[in-house]
């Protein structure tokens, strides 16, 4: 009895608390039901929140474009906020610096330094999503951020166009907005403001820095739209482009080129000539098949006297004259901007002669020579090597270099020396001159090239070498590989101040082959001369004067080769289309 009585008490107390039990679950599920429910409501609301606002800053931008750039004097937009969140209008927020600097001078010029400005929405959340300076950018509270339209920066074929919006205004913006035109200023071309102000550029670099709180996103879009050299600073949230000045023509296209307005081409000599060849058929050059592509072409004059043979067309920016009765002319077109006096008929048969409009332009290397031996100073394999006490001049007692690295401050030799490319390119930054001097001569072995970089601080001083860069004297720079007069493995570059010249002593000639590569742009001062010696492979400086008997063999190879790496030019800028344009944003 009492143990069937303890099991049915036991029993009646279960039932009421298996029923609690079930009440607390109940309650507890449904409170997390609740929670969670209101959680995704939040979220997805504070998502709408996000596109809506997207919207509404799109289309903030595209109505402040029209009245930033004149299309429209006065636009309405609506920009509707939640009960958590608001849209303010913040004139210092960020700002963009444009600079210009001079490569030759080093002089640096602001072009504009302005405050951008925002109209920046403040969500429930972290995220902040914001239009400034003609795009539209989200943060995401982490630290990144995401560009959602793009800025009014343009770049495209080595033009930056760039008409800045700026927002002026403050305060809350309550349900809609108004637009209104403060000003444009024109920065660039503004040769009012500064006589350097002008298109197209030279010698320079564009920097662009950006401050803003969207500043990774603003380097994504430089990163994409352009080939500069974007840099990101995140102490200061910042980022910079660098935008150069393109470096020179990419490939060398005639026996002999001019670049400067003022230069010219002279044949002023007996004997002085000019034909073609290719080192690209697998032997070198042979007078019985040299061809008439030995082309001249200048932006200035070309000018022939003497008993010269020209085997080649020619290209003048500005006059020809052929003042010889004992030339010779066995090209098929003379091209010229300005005036052709044939004086004795040298233009003949099959020959013919047009005027032309324009000549194109080609800007210097300065920027890139500077470059390539102040990055050699910092960093080269010269321990060890005839380069290692700063000169190469052939007295160590081995006088081969191999593949790699170097720097030193001038080339001048006393003996003869080897530049052994078997293990790759033989690349050398010479911060004053190179001369070779009386049988004194550069042999290069192996397939691959030599690189010779003169920065040109100071010229060689004393003898027939006094003021100049590159100098040689009944010496020479030869081939031995599989092709002899290779001129596409030898490159010798310098700024638009380089004065080089080949001469002979007795009846010994210097005979280089390779490629002189300094363009002088519109108003350089590069000078290459020739007297009674042999250039086989090109020469692009300012002026070229080819004395009697000086030759030039052009390696027509040469027109499949860049002149400089692929990433030299690519960075590049050669005109400016800079503005502000200034907004007042209110709130209605």
Same mark, same amino acid.
């Given at each position: 009895?009492?143990?069937?009585?303890?099991?049915?008490?036991?029993?009646?107390?279960?039932?009421?608390?298996?029923?609690?039990?079930?009440?607390?679950?109940?309650?507890?599920?449904?409170?997390?039901?609740?929670?969670?429910?209101?959680?995704?409501?939040?979220?997805?609301?504070?998502?709408?929140?996000?596109?809506?606002?997207?919207?509404?800053?799109?289309?903030?931008?595209?109505?402040?474009?029209?009245?930033?750039?004149?299309?429209?004097? %006065?636009?309405?937009?609506?920009?509707?906020?939640?009960?958590?969140?608001?849209?303010?209008?913040?004139?210092?927020?960020?700002?963009?610096?444009?600079?210009?600097?001079?490569?030759?001078?080093?002089?640096?010029?602001?072009?504009?330094?302005?405050?951008?400005?925002?109209?920046?929405?403040?969500?429930?959340?972290?995220?902040?999503?914001?239009?400034?300076?003609?795009?539209?950018?989200?943060?995401?509270?982490?630290?990144?951020?995401?560009?959602?339209?793009?800025?009014?920066?343009?770049?495209?074929?080595?033009?930056?166009?760039?008409?800045?919006?700026?927002?002026?205004?403050?305060?809350?913006?309550?349900?809609?907005?108004?637009?209104?035109?403060?000003?444009?200023?024109?920065?660039?071309?503004?040769?009012?403001?500064?006589?350097?102000?002008?298109?197209?550029?030279?010698?320079?670099?564009?920097? %662009?820095?950006?401050?803003?709180?969207?500043?990774?996103?603003?380097?994504?879009?430089?990163?994409?739209?352009?080939?500069?050299?974007?840099?990101?600073?995140?102490?200061?949230?910042?980022?910079?482009?660098?935008?150069?000045?393109?470096?020179?023509?990419?490939?060398?296209?005639?026996?002999?080129?001019?670049?400067?307005? @003022?230069?010219?081409?002279?044949?002023?000599?007996?004997?002085?000539?000019?034909?073609?060849?290719?080192?690209?058929?697998?032997?070198?050059?042979?007078?019985?098949?040299?061809?008439?592509?030995?082309?001249?072409?200048?932006?200035?004059?070309?000018?022939?006297?003497?008993?010269?043979?020209?085997?080649?067309?020619?290209?003048?920016?500005?006059?020809?004259?052929?003042?010889?009765? @004992?030339?010779?002319?066995?090209?098929?077109?003379?091209?010229?901007?300005?005036?052709?006096?044939?004086?004795?008929?040298?233009?003949?048969?099959?020959?013919?002669?047009?005027?032309?409009?324009?000549?194109?332009?080609?800007?210097?290397?300065?920027?890139?020579?500077?470059?390539?031996?102040?990055?050699?100073?910092?960093?080269?394999?010269?321990?060890?090597?005839?380069?290692?006490?700063?000169?190469?001049?052939?007295?160590?007692?081995?006088?081969?270099?191999?593949?790699?690295?170097?720097?030193?401050?001038?080339?001048?030799?006393?003996?003869?020396?080897?530049?052994?490319?078997?293990? #790759?390119?033989?690349?050398?930054?010479?911060?004053?001159?190179?001369?070779?001097?009386?049988?004194?001569?550069?042999?290069?072995? #192996?397939?691959?090239?030599?690189?010779?970089?003169?920065?040109?601080?100071?010229?060689?001083? #004393?003898?027939?070498?006094?003021?100049?860069?590159?100098?040689?004297?009944?010496?020479?720079?030869?081939?031995?590989?599989?092709?002899?007069?290779?001129?596409?493995? %030898?490159?010798?570059?310098?700024?638009?101040?380089?004065?080089?010249?080949?001469?002979?002593?007795?009846?010994?000639? @210097?005979?280089?082959?390779?490629?002189?590569?300094?363009?002088?742009?519109?108003?350089?001062?590069?000078?290459?001369?020739?007297?009674?010696?042999?250039?086989?492979?090109?020469?692009?400086?300012?002026? %070229?004067?080819?004395?009697?008997?000086?030759?030039?063999?052009?390696?027509?190879?040469?027109?499949?080769?860049?002149?400089?790496?692929?990433?030299?030019?690519?960075?590049?800028?050669?005109?400016?289309?800079?503005?502000?344009?200034?907004?007042?944003?209110?709130?209605?």
């Amino acid at each position: 009895m009492d143990s069937t009585g303890w099991r049915l008490g036991s029993r009646g107390q279960s039932a009421p608390l298996g029923l609690a039990l079930v009440f607390a679950v109940m309650i507890i599920s449904t409170t997390a039901v609740v929670a969670l429910g209101a959680d995704a409501i939040t979220s997805t609301q504070t998502q709408l929140d996000a596109e809506r606002t997207e919207k509404s800053l799109t289309e903030l931008n595209s109505k402040t474009a029209l009245v930033a750039l004149g299309q429209t004097d %006065v636009q309405q937009v609506s920009l509707p906020a939640s009960s958590s969140s608001t849209y303010r209008i913040d004139e210092d927020a960020g700002w963009m610096n444009v600079s210009y600097r001079n490569t030759t001078s080093e002089n640096r010029t602001t072009v504009f330094n302005e405050s951008m400005g925002e109209v920046a929405y403040h969500g429930s959340d972290e995220t902040r999503l914001a239009y400034q300076g003609g795009g539209v950018w989200r943060s995401n509270g982490d630290g990144t951020s995401v560009m959602v339209s793009p800025p009014e920066f343009h770049y495209r074929d080595a033009t930056l166009t760039l008409p800045l919006v700026t927002v002026s205004g403050s305060g809350a913006i309550k349900d809609s907005a108004s637009i209104s035109h403060n000003r444009t200023t024109s920065h660039f071309p503004n040769s009012t403001r500064n006589a350097n102000f002008t298109n197209p550029l030279e010698n320079g670099k564009v920097n %662009v820095t950006v401050q803003s709180d969207y500043y990774r996103a603003w380097g994504g879009y430089f990163e994409e739209r352009t080939d500069g050299d974007v840099t990101y600073h995140p102490d200061s949230n910042r980022v910079s482009i660098i935008l150069k000045v393109p470096a020179g023509p990419r490939t060398v296209r005639n026996a002999v080129a001019a670049t400067s307005d @003022s230069g010219s081409i002279k044949l002023s000599g007996n004997d002085a000539f000019t034909n073609s060849y290719t080192s690209a058929d697998g032997d070198g050059y042979d007078a019985s098949e040299a061809g008439d592509g030995g082309n001249l072409t200048t932006a200035g004059d070309v000018i022939v006297t003497g008993s010269a043979e020209l085997n080649g067309n020619i290209t003048s920016g500005g006059r020809v004259e052929f003042s010889s009765n @004992s030339m010779t002319f066995n090209g098929d077109r003379v091209e010229w901007a300005d005036a052709f006096d044939d004086k004795h008929g040298a233009c003949t048969g099959s020959c013919s002669d047009e005027q032309i409009s324009s000549f194109g332009e080609t800007t210097n290397i300065n920027s890139h020579v500077d470059t390539q031996v102040d990055d050699l100073s910092s960093s080269n394999d010269n321990a060890g090597t005839i380069a290692d006490d700063g000169v190469i001049d052939g007295t160590e007692g081995t006088t081969t270099l191999s593949a790699g690295r170097y720097h030193v401050n001038k080339i001048d030799l006393s003996n003869d020396v080897e530049f052994d490319t078997t293990g #790759g390119n033989v690349i050398i930054g010479v911060e004053n001159y190179v001369s070779l001097n009386t049988g004194n001569d550069i042999t290069v072995s #192996g397939p691959n090239q030599v690189k010779i970089y003169i920065k040109g601080g100071s010229p060689a001083s #004393g003898g027939s070498a006094d003021g100049y860069h590159f100098f040689t004297r009944a010496s020479e720079i030869r081939t031995t590989g599989a092709v002899s007069e290779r001129s596409t493995q %030898v490159w010798i570059y310098g700024k638009d101040n380089l004065q080089a010249r080949m001469e002979k002593k007795g009846s010994d000639k @210097s005979r280089v082959t390779g490629v002189i590569y300094a363009p002088g742009g519109e108003s350089g001062t590069s000078r290459f001369e020739i007297w009674k010696s042999d250039l086989y492979g090109g020469a692009v400086t300012s002026q %070229v004067e080819l004395q009697k008997g000086g030759r030039v063999h052009f390696d027509q190879a040469l027109r499949q080769e860049r002149t400089l790496p692929r990433d030299t030019s690519v960075v590049a800028i050669t005109y400016l289309h800079i503005s502000t344009n200034d907004v007042n944003i209110t709130s209605n």
